[in-house]
């Protein structure tokens, strides 16, 4: 595997988007710079842990569609994976996360107010650069942030009538992960010029992407080690959010998970924890889950069939693959 995660990449391509993606991590690391200490220290502190840069990456790669060369995608690239990140700060006070990528979450090594005002002041970052691209980009950010946080509030009430528990739980995921995703593709798309068709086709992709890779991340939380997925395993399941993994099993209301059913209706506690992870771990819906994850993979390589052949397709088919075969 080369350092972009994409398996069979282009030689030429992968020389491209590793000098591109240095320009990513230079720009990211200054943009944050300022004034005062604990901010920088503390605004640094999910930057430095690393990551898979899936968005960076994929705003890179859909910018190959036209003149990847305008240094506006370079920018753009950066505040869609500081919007991320500034993210993660909210979501961890809300989890009550101890581990993020390999590292102690930030409400644990400062505190819930600190944790809250950095994500706040990434956000400030990501709209003073978007300013210098544009008052359509701001707006583009806006719309996208709108949806990460409706998904949200939809996560936090729970579902409406009319929908089931699988359904509910898919417009969340599409809302808080396939949203943000979306929009990195559609940047890369947009500020490269390329053609409209294919600025709604890579934004199409980039949202069933996005679903892709949070079907990846629920089956991460069960069957991971902490090494391998940065964070604690069974998060979700402490905290009684659903995942498919539990959507499925719950619906398919088997006599026999009787007692497991019961105990994923509410948060787990650590005393619980380890054996209702076990449980899942070889329960048959795991299977049920990956199939439903190749799936959604399948779909979103179909929507690229129109996209001229080349390098930059072949790569994002690839990614793909590889956002797939994380959690197998």
């Known amino acids: 595997m080369n350092q972009t995660g994409i398996p069979n990449l282009d030689p030429s391509l992968e020389a491209t988007l590793i000098a591109d993606m240095k320009k990513v991590e230079d720009l990211m690391r200054s943009h944050i710079k300022g ?30 569609f036209g003149d990847p060369t305008n240094y506006d995608i370079i920018k753009a690239a950066v505040c869609c994976e500081l919007t991320h990140l500034a993210t993660l700060y909210h979501d961890d006070v809300m989890d009550d996360a101890v581990l993020r990528r390999g590292v102690i979450s930030a409400n644990k090594k400062w505190n819930n107010a600190v944790a809250i005002l950095t994500g706040d002041y990434l956000f400030s970052k990501v709209s003073d650069m978007l300013a210098d691209i544009g008052p359509d980009a701001v707006k583009l950010q806006a719309k996208t942030f709108e949806r990460l946080v409706i998904g949200q509030i939809k996560e936090t009430q729970g579902k409406s009538d009319g929908l089931s528990q699988i359904d509910h739980y898919m417009k969340v995921v599409a809302d808080k992960t396939g949203s943000l995703i979306a929009t990195s593709a559609r940047f890369g798309a947009l500020l490269s010029g390329a053609s409209p068709a294919v600025v709604e086709c890579l934004t199409k992709f980039g949202e069933k992407v996005g679903v892709a ?3 990846a991340d629920d089956l991460l939380d069960i069957a991971s080690s902490e090494t391998a997925s ?22 398919e209301n088997d006599p026999a998970d009787k007692e497991l059913i019961s105990k994923l209706s509410k948060p787990i506690n650590d005393e619980e924890l380890s054996q209702v992870i076990q449980s899942l771990r070889t329960h048959k819906v795991i299977e049920k889950v990956k199939a439903y994850l190749a799936k959604v993979a399948t779909e979103a390589n179909e929507l690229l069939i129109d996209l001229p052949d080349g390098a930059a397709k072949d790569a994002l088919k690839n990614l793909t693959f590889a956002l797939v075969t994380r959690s197998t």
């Open 230 to 251: 940065g964070k604690t395993p069974g998060t979700d399941l402490k905290e009684g959010i659903p995942t498919l993994v539990t959507l499925f099993v719950m619906a």
């Open 213 to 215: 890779f949070q079907v």
């Open 35 to 64: 004034d005062y200490p604990l901010v920088v220290e503390t605004s640094r502190h999910l930057v430095e842990a690393g990551g898979k840069r899936l968005r960076p990456l994929l705003t890179l790669l859909a910018a190959q």
